[in-house]
Nanobody
Framework: QVQPVESGGGLVQAGGSRRLSCAASVRTFTTYAMGWFRQAPGKEREFVAA????????YYTDSVKGRFTISRDNAKNTVYLQMNSLKPEDTALYYC????????????????????WGQGTQVTVSS
């Protein structure tokens, strides 16, 4: 069983930055794609970003392109989400996800395709 554990959430002012981390204790971490979703109160869960097992490929939702960067350190079994120029609309519970059947855009954006989910870390952006 893979249990991703997120950290790094908190309160930040609009325009500020925050880096989320997600550690996944699994021996074959390097074979898994990783990603981030988020869910704001009263809204559906939304895809944010994903990264392939070897970091060769990434996907982002349009609203975060140019502001967020996903990366991974396979030696540490950790994936990161660097969030810059934060906006109040980025306020949400951010979930780390692990493993999809195929790393392709129509697959990674659907939450049902991801196998493992963390408990989430709250990011609140004040205006």
């Amino acid at each position: 069983q893979v249990q991703p554990v997120e950290s790094g959430g908190g309160l930040v002012q609009a325009g500020g930055s925050r880096r989320l981390s997600c550690a996944a204790s699994v021996r074959t971490f390097t074979t898994y794609a990783m990603g981030w979703f988020r869910q704001a109160p009263g809204k559906e869960r939304e895809f944010v970003a994903a990264i392939s097992w070897n970091s060769d490929s990434t996907y982002y939702t349009d609203s975060v392109k140019g502001r967020f960067t996903i990366s991974r350190d396979n030696a540490k079994n950790t994936v990161y989400l660097q969030m810059n120029s934060l906006k109040p609309e980025d306020t949400a519970l951010y979930y780390c996800v692990v493993d999809v059947p195929r790393f392709a855009q129509p697959i990674v954006v659907a939450p049902t395709h991801w196998t493992y989910w963390g408990q989430g870390t709250q990011v609140t952006v004040s205006s």
